[in-house]
């Protein structure tokens, strides 16, 4: 952990969760102001309870966060929805190149560097998620893979903005896998330096997630891992006890 950083552990719920779920969420705010966290939290519900999530969890600390945006502000886009709609709906945060959406959605890294766009503008700040996958990791291009995505994935109008990546090796996600501490410290550094190399100090202060299987059990040693500045956790997100176990890891 570096001491500079103020780490992030965000929740991404992915496409789980009804109203029912928000009492997840207020227990996790009562627990939280109760005895405070030691870094910033955040929950990423579905786009649909973000409204809901704002009003339960207000005057707390828990920050609420999408899971995506639309690159354009406007328009004739059915279906999506625009970075300023989520803010107004009550995110502070935006995830954005979730390997789930590279996949599943074909996004490239040039179209999530616009949708960071759209989020900063929108006031929004970016999580930005990078990882390979397993052929690639077997082929021994991880961290080639990662930092040219880091690289594509983030526009020059970052520089002094608050944002964070969140490294998350595709085959590590919801398989109860996790690379060993050398491996997240090896795309962590690689990581670390390519924001150094592209923003100067500011680089140097970005918090950089680790995600991927992270559960109460292995929090603690994963978040010790030089360069590991907080957790994007997903299935271990979706009841308070599990989240504030990895919370309270820190
Ligand atoms: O965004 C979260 C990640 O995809 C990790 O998910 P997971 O904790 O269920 O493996």
């Not at 999506?80 to 935006?94: E, F, N, R, T, Y």
């Not at 996004?107 to 970016?126: Q, R, S």
């Not at 970052?158 to 690379?179: C, D, H, K, N, Q």
Request: net charge negative.
């Amino acid at each position: 952990m570096q001491s500079t950083i103020t780490p992030l552990i965000a929740g991404n719920w992915k496409m789980n969760g009804l109203s029912a779920s928000l009492d997840e969420a207020a227990a996790l705010k009562e627990a939280l102001d109760q005895q405070p966290a030691a870094c910033r939290v955040a929950l990423c519900p579905p786009a649909t309870l973000i409204a809901q999530m704002a009003w339960r969890l207000k005057g707390g600390a828990v920050l609420i966060g999408a899971q995506d945006c639309h690159a354009a502000a406007e328009g004739a886009y059915t279906g999506s929805i625009s970075a300023a709609m989520l803010k107004d709906a009550g995110a502070g945060l935006v995830i954005l190149g979730h390997s789930e959406r590279r996949q599943g959605f074909g996004e490239t890294d040039a179209d999530v560097a616009a949708k960071v766009e759209a989020a900063l503008a929108a006031g929004l700040e970016p999580i930005v998620c990078v990882g390979e996958t397993l052929e690639e990791r077997d082929a021994g291009k991880a961290v080639e893979v990662v930092q040219r995505q880091v690289s594509g994935s983030l526009p020059d109008s970052l520089a002094g903005a608050a944002f964070s990546v969140a490294y998350e090796p595709v085959w590590a996600i919801g398989t109860g896998r996790t690379p060993t501490l050398e491996q997240i410290a090896e795309v962590h550094d690689a990581v670390r330096a390519t924001l150094e190399q592209r923003f100067g100090q500011h680089g140097s202060g970005i918090a950089i997630l680790y995600g991927g299987s992270v559960k109460p059990a292995n929090a603690a040693e994963i978040l010790k891992v030089s360069n590991v500045g907080g957790a994007l956790v997903g299935g271990a997100s979706l009841k308070a006890q599990d989240f504030l176990g990895i919370i309270r890891a820190l």
